[in-house]
């Protein structure tokens, strides 16, 4: 295996480890409005994340960076390319950080309730647009001989790429409910499974549909065992919330994104960027990547430390394992 | 195309506003961090519950700022790639490394334990509790560290190659990139720099509150126990942000000389612009004022101290320092096109370093004063002592107290010079990064060679507006909150945890009654 292919595998799995995290807090923030019924419930769902929604979205930056420094054509044509949805994502991950630390800083009814407004828009819309960005990735967008993006926006949102969009956004807000139920307790919970149930069985519809399309579209004998086990976690979380098994629900709900994404990443290969003008013009992982010593170096540092981040990732939700409800969220102050 | 409205010139705006307004979160961050950190440790090896309450307070102002720093982070990120995809192209071997180093070592350690100090503090035994914000305090100096390599490497391209084939630089030597001294040295001058700003907002409001309680002493008050106690809290971290500010002024100016030095070696066109010298002069001299008129090369009007230039720059009185003219006429020779090319805007450099050194140093001295006045109690003649919870007096000598007049206005210059090192961090920041124009990575790419090719007018123009009306908003909410919890002060009825809670399991019985408690801290 070449090292650039090593870190193909590695930026995959950053990005999916991403959306395995990142995914349940975009859920549980689109939950804030349709699963929570008043302030506490919603700040009990708030709450699940608090801890922890800022280091999950580390996990962005390390795939931006790690992308930029082992396949910098692929980081310049992507972002440059996806200018827009990008701006979009961006300005959301900033209100919506920004309204998880300051909501209750204020008691003031005005000041809350317009920062759960942007909480629950700024975890929806990034939520389906990341959907919208990885269905183009996979199909390929207009790139010109020079790498550039030669397309315009209008490109970028084809019916695929916003059936992948409306995917995303279906599963990452099941996957929150799954987390809402595993991390809550009273009332909330039991609500929780419940809407879990639709949501895992919409997300269930979506899956077939938009991942079979990817499969006729670019996918190979590599993707297919993925796509069989995205649609089988899916079943089988259904199955586990129906049970009242939360834990075993959220696994499975976790590796149905995981499988997910691992189809988008497994039909991408060897490409990292087609181009739908001329194939010869693709970005791929040899043409792309950095030179083997940065990749050299770069391997070192990423297999130092991404263990450790892990452990000492994992090692929060052991302090916080504690499941919330109401009576434990403190009178506002 | 009007000119005015060239993408390189809006994506550069773009990159300066977005900067600069992220670099006004960073030093915060940095600082309050350690001040943080060195508060609750205090605190867990004393018991003090000044130091308690000190450490939620300043606490808190940490995390409405780090807030911020954290989302403003993002967009740094990823602009590199939207409005720089040939920089990105171009640089990425080597530039992308230390960034992706400072995801991995920096940015998760500050994520990761930012979110259990928060939520921890009932849940972790307070030795662990006080590690976590020494772990969050080291993340941001190994953050800056990796960033401040990358950025030294556009400013003085090191440890690489520029493969012939592609036309690209090629990372050759890691180790040269991240121990350069041009890294090293801007790392000491950024970080000396990020103290004094937390040590003076960390001044100027213990001041606030210190003046406030003097003033109602003044009136003939009596200071009931909770604001003794907010007393007791401020003026520990009075002494503590004092102590940091003439520290961390005293860094900043040697590590100014250092860096000064090492760009009149790398980059003298940079150090010319800096004192509008336009001609090669021995010895040269230090300008204080100049009107400079780029079109004719000269200063029309100039205030100069003989010789002082020559000593910044070679530690001795008389050897040349080279011209803005010169330099020009070689760079023009050696990179093709005309000498103005080569000549950064002057009025922005030379303006730039002198406010950068003048609300620096302003802020510095006023440490130096101020540690001197409020210098420690045993030091005084009996009769001039105050107790832990009084406003201390702010003593001359050993027995002659400042005038009531001084007094006040000791106090309020405290007040006031709360932000000025963050007037000179931008200050700063503008002054390098524009005083290496024409260049994005010096003596290598130039900055209109940049830009992003494919993205167009209406594009870069919908994200400056977007950014700069967001980010307006959000300063708007970030210092009225700022505001608001700093003028309440130390909430000094808030007790800390009772017993160390533990971090094993707790037996059946305890961990039912521990289920049933409301969280010490919710969003």
Redesign the interface.
């Known amino acids: 295996m070449h090292l650039h292919d090593f870190w193909y595998l590695l930026i995959a799995l950053l990005w999916t480890g991403y959306f395995f995290l990142e995914g349940f807090d975009f859920g549980i923030g689109v939950l804030t409005r349709t699963l929570a019924r008043d302030r506490t419930e919603r700040?009990v769902l708030?709450?699940t994340i608090?801890?922890?929604?800022?280091?999950n979205?580390?996990w962005?930056?390390?795939a931006?960076?790690?992308t930029?420094?082992?396949?910098?054509?692929w980081?310049?044509?992507?972002?440059?390319?996806f200018?827009?949805p990008?701006?979009a994502i961006?300005?959301c991950?900033?209100?919506r950080?920004?309204a998880?630390?300051?909501?209750?800083?204020?008691n003031e009814e005005r000041w809350q309730r317009n920062w759960e407004q942007v909480i629950f828009w700024c975890s929806l819309l990034p939520a389906f647009l990341w959907g919208v960005a990885f269905a183009n990735l996979v199909r390929g967008v207009p790139i010109g001989p020079?790498?550039?993006?030669?397309g315009s926006v209008l490109d970028l949102l084809g019916p695929y790429a916003l059936l992948g969009g409306l995917f995303t956004l279906v599963l990452f807000t099941f996957h929150g409910a799954v987390f809402a139920a595993l991390k809550t307790v009273g009332e909330i919970r039991d609500r929780a499974r419940a809407q879990a149930m639709w949501y895992g069985l919409a997300a269930g519809v979506l899956a077939v549909a938009f991942l079979v399309w990817t499969q006729v579209q670019s996918g190979n004998g590599r993707s297919l065992p993925a796509l069989v086990t995205a649609v089988l976690a899916l079943a089988a979380a259904l199955g586990c919330t129906r049970l009242g098994r939360e834990g075993w629900a959220f696994t499975c709900s976790a590796l149905a994104v995981v499988a997910a994404f691992a189809v988008i990443f497994l039909a991408l290969f060897p490409d990292v960027m087609p181009s739908t003008t001329d194939p010869r013009w693709s970005l791929t992982v040899a043409n792309a990547a950095?030179?083997p010593?940065?990749l050299k170096?770069?391997t070192w540092?990423?297999g130092f430390?991404?263990p450790l981040?892990i452990g000492?990732?994992a090692w929060?939700y052991w302090?916080?394992r504690?499941r919330?409800g109401t009576?434990?969220?403190?009178a506002a102050h | 195309m009007n000119l005015a409205l060239a993408p390189e010139t809006l994506a550069r705006w773009q990159f300066g506003i977005t900067t600069v307004y992220h670099f006004l979160f960073v030093p915060l961050t940095i600082s309050l961090a350690a001040i943080t950190a060195g508060l609750e440790t205090a605190w867990v090896r004393t018991g003090k519950q000044k130091y308690f309450h000190a450490t939620k307070f300043w606490g808190k102002l940490f995390l409405i700022n780090i807030a911020m720093g954290v989302v403003t982070g993002i967009v740094q990120e990823f602009q590199f790639g939207m409005n720089w995809s040939d920089y990105s192209r171009f640089v990425g071997d080597v530039f992308g490394a230390p960034l992706a180093m400072e995801a991995l070592l920096a940015f998760f350690f500050e994520s990761t334990f930012i979110g259990l100090w928060i939520f921890g503090w009932d849940k972790l035994p307070k030795k662990i509790h006080c590690a976590c914000i020494w772990i969050v305090a080291v993340g941001t100096l190994l953050s800056s560290y990796f960033i401040l390599a990358a950025n030294s490497w556009m400013q003085h391209p090191t440890g690489y190659r520029v493969d012939p084939a592609t036309g690209k630089a090629q990372l050759t030597d890691i180790w040269a990139v991240l121990t350069q001294n041009t890294t090293l040295v801007v790392v000491f001058h950024t970080l000396t720099a990020a103290f004094l700003t937390g040590a003076a907002f960390v001044v100027g409001i213990a001041s606030l509150h210190l003046w406030r309680a003097k003033r109602r002493r003044l009136r003939g008050e009596e200071l009931g126990e909770k604001q003794r106690h907010q007393v007791g809290a401020m003026r520990a971290s009075l002494r503590l942000g004092l102590v940091v500010a003439v520290i961390a002024g005293l860094g900043t100016a040697i590590s100014g000389d250092s860096l000064g030095k090492v760009m009149f070696e790398q980059q003298p066109m940079k150090m010319a612009a800096a004192e509008a010298l336009w001609d090669t002069q021995a010895p040269a001299p230090f300008s204080v004022f100049a009107v400079g008129d780029v079109s004719k090369g000269h200063n029309s009007v100039e205030i100069e101290v003989p010789g002082v230039l020559s000593f910044l720059a070679h530690s001795n009185f008389s050897e040349a320092v080279p011209g803005i003219n010169d330099i020009a006429r070689q760079e023009a020779a050696r990179y093709g096109g005309k000498p103005d090319d080569y000549i950064p805007s002057i009025f922005m450099t030379f303006w730039g370093f002198r406010l950068m050194i003048g609300f620096g140093m302003t802020s510095f001295v006023a440490g130096v004063i101020g540690l001197w006045t409020t210098r420690k109690k045993l030091w005084l003649a009996p009769e001039f002592r105050t107790g832990e919870d009084e406003v201390p007096r702010l003593m001359l000598t050993r027995t002659r107290e400042m005038g009531p007049f001084l007094t006040k206005w000791s106090w309020r210059i405290g007040i006031l010079t709360m932000g000025f090192p963050l007037i000179a961090n931008s200050f700063g920041w503008i002054f390098t990064e524009m005083g290496r124009q024409p260049w994005a990575v010096y003596g290598l790419l130039k900055t209109g060679k940049a830009v992003s090719p494919g993205v167009g007018q209406g594009e870069v123009i919908t994200s400056l507006a977007v950014f700069t009306v967001l980010y307006a908003v959000l300063a708007v909410v970030e210092v009225r909150l700022l505001v608001k919890y700093a003028k309440a002060g130390p909430d000094t009825d808030e007790l800390p945890p009772a017993r160390d809670p533990r971090l094993r399991l707790p037996s059946a019985r305890t961990g039912a009654e521990a289920d049933e408690k409301p969280l010490t801290f919710a969003y």
């Open positions: 700040r708030i709450n608090g801890p922890v929604w800022d280091a979205e580390v962005l930056i390390t931006g960076a790690a930029f420094a082992a396949f910098p054509d980081y310049a044509t992507l972002f440059s390319g200018y827009l990008l701006l961006l300005v991950l900033i209100l950080g920004v998880f630390e300051y909501r209750h800083k204020r020079d790498k550039n993006f030669t950095s030179s010593y940065t170096i770069m540092v990423a430390m991404t981040v000492y990732q929060t302090v916080f504690q919330i009576r434990h969220i403190p």
